[in-house]
């Protein structure tokens, strides 16, 4: 049995249904992450785990009990909330060890908890202080130290980074992994950032309108998703509608050669823009004006491959390490990541014709109205 298991959940805030039928297990130790865009239930669930909110119907099980009808004071989970929370008139060490005084901890074990949180989360010198005083990355400490002072089974992150600059947010997300490794707990974290999500997570359950999506690593929810939905939320990515399949040929509506048969529920082709290589023609492609043209008309190079494609640049845009090109292949713009090397991108820029390769063991096959997948 599951650390934790939801079974059944469902929530509705007068005629919307927040949660549908939402069945989820964490392992003891894990780090979930409930991700999904703003409003898809993510936060209500995780209040409705906690018990800041009440459920209309299923069960939530901790450790092998059942713990739905108990109060958020009775259920061992420490919370840290989206807007930290702290009391403006408490210094810092009083703001942690505000939920150990409402457990009747006594007051030499209270300090002595106090100041070991203050020196695992980085602030044993700041105690004294007030929450004004600190900056929003030493208060999401606090925050973060108040709700693991009590020593919870459980602890609920709401989007805590949503305030940090993005240099503050990238250092936060490292500690507070680092934190949940050394002290082994049990974690459950709420984001809408794909990348936070990626980086910090043992499994992923990526959310939409109140229902779980998908649940898996976060290796598996990139490189195989298994909705549309899925594919576009988690990094970016080409999606090709299917126009029609010819034996091994599939047309979206330019032809890829694939090495295996489309099942005939597949609706649509995905492929990540890293995983799609793209070179200069050769010159002797390049020197007929009518090679060229009949490249540009078929959205095939004169070599005849059905999984290269020739197309023009028609926009770069430099992000940090990465170039991302947006190549137009007949009526159809694809998007292209390249490491940015600054001499390469003397060669490609906008309107330069170029190559384009799609390995067919990168693609990834949505059957969506089925909620499967296959891989070519």
């Known amino acids: 049995m ?78 840290v909330f989206q807007s930290y929370a702290l009391f403006p008139n408490m210094s810092v060490f009083e703001n942690v060890a505000f939920g150990l005084k409402m457990r009747n901890i006594g007051k030499e074990e209270r300090r002595a908890r106090v100041e070991q949180m203050l020196h695992t989360v980085g602030l044993g010198a ?3 202080r007030m929450p004004h005083e600190l900056s929003g990355g030493q208060q999401q400490r606090v925050a973060l130290a108040r709700a693991l002072a009590p020593e919870p ?29 050394e002290l082994a707990i049990t974690t459950v974290f709420v984001t809408h950032d794909q990348e936070e999500a990626l980086s910090i997570s043992d499994r992923i359950a990526l959310m939409r309108e109140g229902r779980i999506e998908q649940v898996g690593l976060p290796v598996d929810l990139y490189s195989r998703p298994a909705t549309t939905f899925a594919a576009e939320f988690i990094g970016t990515t080409n999606l090709f509608p299917i126009a029609r ?3 091994n040929r599939v047309y979206v509506p330019f032809p890829l050669v694939l090495d295996r048969p489309v099942p005939p529920e597949i609706c649509c082709l995905a492929v990540r ?11 002797e492609a390049t020197e007929s004006d009518g090679a060229d043209r009949s490249s540009e008309n078929t959205g095939a190079p004169s070599s005849s491959r059905c999984d290269a494609l020739t197309g023009t640049i028609r926009s770069r845009i430099l992000l940090g390490s990465l170039m991302r090109y947006r190549v137009q292949v007949q009526d159809h713009m694809i998007t292209v990541d390249q490491l940015y090397d600054p001499h390469q991108a003397e060669r490609y820029g906008e309107g ?25």
């Not at 549908?20 to 993510?42: A, D, H, M, Y």
């Not at 949503?162 to 934190?179: C, G, V, W």
Request: with cysteine.
């Open 153 to 181: 089974s459980v602890l609920l992150l709401d989007e805590p980074f949503s305030a940090l600059d993005a240099k503050i947010r990238l250092s936060m997300r490292q500690f507070i992994r680092e934190l949940q490794n």
């Open 245 to 247: 399949v010819q034996e």
């Open 352 to 376: 330069t014709r170029v190559h384009l390769q799609i390995d067919p063991a990168s693609c990834v096959f949505l059957a969506e109205a089925k909620n499967e997948v296959s891989h070519c």
């Open 273 to 283: 823009p890293e995983q799609i290589r793209m070179a200069l023609p050769e010159p």
């Open 2 to 79: 599951s650390y934790i298991e939801l079974k059944g959940i469902n929530k509705r805030f007068a005629d919307q249904v927040a949660l549908r039928n939402i069945s989820l297990t964490v392992e003891k130790g894990e780090f979930l992450t409930l991700l999904g865009p703003s409003g898809c239930g993510k936060s209500t669930l995780l209040r409705v785990l906690s018990g800041f909110l009440p459920k209309e119907s299923g069960q939530i099980w901790v450790d092998g009990k059942e713990i739905s009808r108990l109060p958020a004071n009775r259920r061992d989970m420490g919370f």
């Open 126 to 128: 700041l105690g004294h």
